[in-house]
């Protein structure tokens, strides 16, 4: 996050002044001069999105001085594999611009700062909206960014055969793969397996969501019994159960218990340690 590119601002009576501006909402093209914007990208499709969150917007410049912004660029197709937050660097995201659906992309690496008063009197963009659905699906890449779960080595390493499995999950319909795994070591010897926990998350808001979950879920079951049961046995990995779970009953219980989110750029303890994360 970047506050070189700032620009000096003189202080004035505005300082406690409120801001119009909004987290999700896109800053006109009339004001990115003024931001400094303009040498950011030299790209005639580029979009500024507020990231701060409104409680910080409307704190007094004493005590949050900055807005948080994220320069994108609009491009022509939607890459799902970059949707619905499934990638915490890059993001897809629909958006209206002059009332037509156009896709966004946003890069992590790429947000900056900007000194609050040079935004006391910008109004978002009218012309370029994000829907409500996406405002909260940019919350969530934005939070999921530092909050991602790392799992041990040797557990991705045992579920490198069932990847492509797991990454074929359908993004409308399933809002995440959640998981939890005994025991915790990083390490474990080969004849010692991870007991598995899986839920399928999926939408209540989507049409046909709970179906495509069950039905992912128990193909999701078959694959594991192909690559991990021999006989009866489980190796490498004993999946106890895995089945699709509403999002209106997933809860924060869950989380404590143990369930993590998979995604697939959640990599190991040991190639994306805690803490070092753009």
């Not at 699709?244 to 989110?261: C, E, P």
Request: aromatic letters at 6%; charged letters at 30%; hydrophobic letters at 35%.
């Amino acid at each position: 996050m970047d506050r070189s590119r700032e620009q000096p601002v003189a202080s004035s009576g505005d300082d406690d002044a409120t801001i119009k501006l909004g987290q999700g909402s896109i800053v006109p093209r009339t004001a990115h001069d003024r931001l400094g914007l303009s040498t950011l990208e030299v790209n005639p499709d580029l979009v500024v999105v507020v990231i701060s969150h409104d409680c910080d917007l409307v704190k007094p410049y004493e005590f949050e001085p900055h807005v948080e912004l994220i320069p994108g660029q609009s491009i022509g197709e939607l890459n799902g594999s970059l949707a619905h937050g499934r990638n915490p660097r890059k993001l897809h995201l629909e958006y209206e611009q002059d009332g037509m659906k156009k896709v966004l992309e946003l890069r992590a690496i790429k947000k900056t700062f900007v000194d609050k008063r040079l935004l006391i009197d910008v109004v978002p963009d009218p012309s370029a909206v994000l829907t409500k659905k996406g405002i909260q699906i940019l919350q969530g890449w934005l939070a999921a960014r530092y909050n991602r779960a790392a799992f041990p080595d040797d557990l991705n390493t045992r579920m490198k055969p069932i990847e492509k499995k797991l990454r074929s999950a359908n993004p409308e319909a399933i809002s995440g793969i959640w998981m939890m795994y005994d025991p915790e070591d990083n390490h474990l010897s080969d004849e010692v397996p991870y007991e598995l926990s899986i839920k399928i998350v999926y939408s209540t808001i989507v049409f046909g969501g709970k179906a495509t979950a069950e039905e992912y879920a128990r193909e999701l079951r078959m694959t594991f019994e192909r690559n991990f049961s021999k006989q009866g046995l489980q190796r490498s990995i004993d999946l106890r159960d895995c089945e699709a779970v509403a999002d209106t009953v997933f809860s924060v219980r869950h989380m404590l218990d143990g369930y993590k989110q998979w995604r697939l750029e959640d990599l190991s303890l040991k190639q994306d340690p805690p803490g070092e994360y753009i």
